[in-house]
């Protein structure tokens, strides 16, 4: 039990759907993330938030929209994906972001498969 | 731009073996760097964090050092057991954009 809880584990969609993954942080903690982890490409961070604001899009298709509604629950809302979008999607929190000295944990992720 | 390279991809080792990962960086402008392990179908479980201004962290049978001036960190792992095998991923932390930035990791196997 890493404290970051990530529902559903396994999503299979077509294209045209429209879906949402949910992040949940009983740390305490302020900032939150997602990561995508496709096979044999290192960890891409997409969004960061800290204290519920948008910190960071690090040049994600609009195909994927990110809300934060307070700082524990993160969401990632998925409509009109590629095939090539098909990865473990990670979540993440930790203490505050742009705090050296206090690691990041994270959830089991979301194995994502796009038909 | 920070690149983080993991050395070897694959590693398999015989039980009780004393092994060493490595992982390397290109800017050297890091705030801090952690090591992670990583189960199938599981996210990633901090192992250490070092900060920019340390030169090793140990927690157990683990131990991680950094020098930043040749860009490099290495997990060394005592007496390794079947429990240990898993994916390791080093995660460097940049100074400029405080994202962090990970290599895609070692897989390692301990036989028993």
């Known amino acids: 039990e890493t404290g970051v809880t990530q529902t559903p584990r396994h999503l299979v969609m077509g294209m045209t759907n429209k879906k949402s993954l949910k992040c949940e942080q009983h740390?305490?903690?302020?900032?939150m993330y997602w990561y995508k982890q496709s096979a044999k490409k290192p960890l891409e961070l997409m969004f960061v938030y800290n204290f519920k604001e948008q910190t960071e899009n690090n040049s994600v298709p609009s195909r994927f929209s990110p809300e934060c509604p307070n700082s524990s629950h993160l969401f990632l809302h998925l409509h009109t994906l590629q095939p090539e979008d098909s990865a473990l999607y990670l979540c993440a929190s930790s203490q505050e972001w742009r705090i050296s000295n206090q690691p990041q944990h994270f959830g089991d992720g979301t194995r994502l498969s796009i038909l | 731009k920070q690149e983080v390279t993991q050395i070897p991809a694959a590693l398999s080792v015989p039980e009780g073996e004393n092994l060493v990962l490595n992982c390397s960086f290109t800017d050297s402008a890091i705030y801090n760097l952690q090591w992670f392990r990583q189960d199938p179908g599981k996210g990633l479980t901090s192992l250490l964090l070092i900060q920019s201004s340390q030169r090793e962290q140990t927690s157990g049978r683990l131990n991680a050092s950094l020098d930043k001036s040749s860009g490099r960190s290495t997990l060394y792992i005592a007496a390794s057991q079947p429990g240990d095998s898993a994916t390791y991923l080093c995660?460097?932390?940049?100074?400029?954009?405080?994202?962090?930035?990970f290599g895609t990791g070692t897989r390692l196997k301990v036989l028993a």
């Open positions: 995660a460097v932390g940049d100074s400029g954009t405080y994202k962090y930035i």
């Open positions: 740390l305490g903690h302020n900032a």
